[in-house]
């Protein structure tokens, strides 16, 4: 369906909001980018962009004014160049660009003329230096460059704003049209979880996990919101494996943490399972303290808790399973603490989820922790590794090599969390039932 323009209108209208008249905005999008010599990194517009127009373009510019309490919208974008576009594509340029929900769509070639234009009329500057060059350029010279008007009557801005905390704010809680597509992202992410579970078998390479799971991806009309980690075995045990090419064994783990973007959205889903279609005893004990500390975790995910409430709660978790295992004493002083739980998860429970995965904004104010709210959006992701290649602690014999992490993104609403991606099989038996085709 997509984003109605007024809802882009209203974002762009709450922003200026923040700023005081005789303001103005300015957004570049992302820049293409050189991996080597005539290959480029695969474009992906700006997620403030996409999140005030939609607009998935190169090498365009959002400009924000606020006079007289008025806002109206520029959007600077390439012209079109046909010799360009028989080599890179077609481009909307201007006229293909009206459609958008901006009041006024110019030629890049106008940008900084527009800027000199409207400078004396401003007093402010919303934009994050370091983005662009030439446009860093401008505003340092509008804002700190003496001139004879500016010392007659102190006409042009007179102060540089950064409008990231304010977007990062707007953007933190998500309307319906953003978990429509958010919810696509969940559900193509599940699929192709589903389908690597399905396939797997053992002498099978991560690689070929990789390939299955972001084959599904595209296959689906989208693709990785984050490199596939597909670790198998010890590999598990570190976090941010990439490597992705070791042969897994009969009676390996493979934890593959995956997820997708739709309309810019991303998901972000970890499922850790058997690749013989069968946990042992001891990664069943693993497993289900993981489990049972990502559902405790998720109920804690409530409007008007704290947003270290899912962590308090899945390490109190985590830490009774520990015990009980014997893997930490019970007698420490603090079991969930950075010698107790600590050594075995040694990350957060989560992040914010939207347009980034790792998702803009704070989790605490004035040095205190936020609470929930309605539309915002959290992964849920405990685990525990024990690396049998680490020196630095004494590692259970009976669950060297064993890494498991579970990950779900859960929505925060006025009747509860709700869990996004519950359609992956996640509990012990429905995994095993998978695999084996029961």
């Known amino acids: 369906m997509g984003t109605p323009d007024d809802v882009y209108v209203r974002r762009q209208s709450a922003l200026m909001d923040s700023f005081d008249d005789q303001s103005i905005a300015i957004f570049p999008t992302n820049s293409s980018m050189t991996r080597s010599r005539d290959v480029h990194f695969p474009f992906r ?4 962009m996409l999140y005030l127009t939609g607009c998935e373009q190169e090498e365009c510019t959002l400009v924000l004014s606020k006079v007289g309490g008025v806002v109206s919208s520029t959007l600077f974008v390439q012209p079109n160049d046909t010799l360009q576009e028989i080599w890179t594509g077609r481009r909307p340029g201007i006229e293909g660009s009206r459609s958008l929900p901006v009041d006024v769509v110019d030629s ?31 505003v340092h010279d509008a804002v700190y460059t003496e001139t004879r008007a500016r010392q007659k009557s102190g006409v042009g801005p007179k102060r540089i704003t950064d409008p990231r905390p304010y977007l990062s704010e707007l953007r933190l809680r998500k309307d319906s049209h953003e978990l429509e597509s958010m919810q696509k992202a969940a559900d193509i992410a599940v699929k192709a979880h589903i389908e690597a579970m399905e396939k797997a078998t053992p002498d099978m390479n991560e690689c070929e996990f990789q390939g299955i799971i972001e084959g599904a991806f595209l296959s689906h009309g989208s693709h990785w919101s984050y490199p596939s980690i597909v670790a198998g075995g010890d590999n598990a045990t570190i976090l941010h494996y990439h490597a992705n090419d070791a042969v897994l064994k009969d009676g390996d783990l493979l934890l593959i943490d995956a997820g997708c973007e739709v309309d810019g959205y991303a998901s972000d889903v970890t499922r850790t399972f058997p690749v013989s279609g069968h946990f042992t005893e001891p990664q069943r004990e693993i497993y289900q303290a993981v489990l049972d500390a990502q559902r405790a975790a998720i109920a804690a995910c409530k409007v008007g808790e704290q947003v270290t409430a899912p962590n308090d709660a899945a390490r109190r978790v985590l830490s009774e399973h520990l015990i009980r295992l014997d893997v930490i004493d019970e007698s420490m002083d603090e079991p969930t603490g950075p010698d107790g739980v600590g050594l075995w998860f040694m990350h957060g429970i989560g992040h914010w989820l939207g347009l980034d995965v790792h998702d803009v904004g704070i989790y605490s104010i004035d040095s205190s922790s936020r609470v929930f709210e309605p539309g915002m959006v959290i992964t849920i992701e405990p685990g525990l590794y024990f690396a049998s290649w680490r020196t630095d602690v004494d590692v259970p014999e009976r669950y060297a090599g064993i890494g498991v992490r579970i990950e779900d993104d859960i929505l925060i609403t006025n009747d509860g969390p709700v869990n996004l991606t519950e359609a992956c099989p996640v509990e012990i038996d429905d995994i095993e039932a998978l695999m084996n085709g029961d």
């Not at 517009?45 to 403030?48: L, M």
């Not at 070639?109 to 401003?122: A, P, R």
């Open 45 to 48: 517009a700006s997620s403030d």
């Open 108 to 138: 890049n070639e106008n940008l900084l003329d527009f800027l000199n234009k409207i400078k004396d009329s401003i007093n402010s500057i919303a934009y994050v230096m370091g983005e662009r060059k030439v446009l860093d350029k401008w």
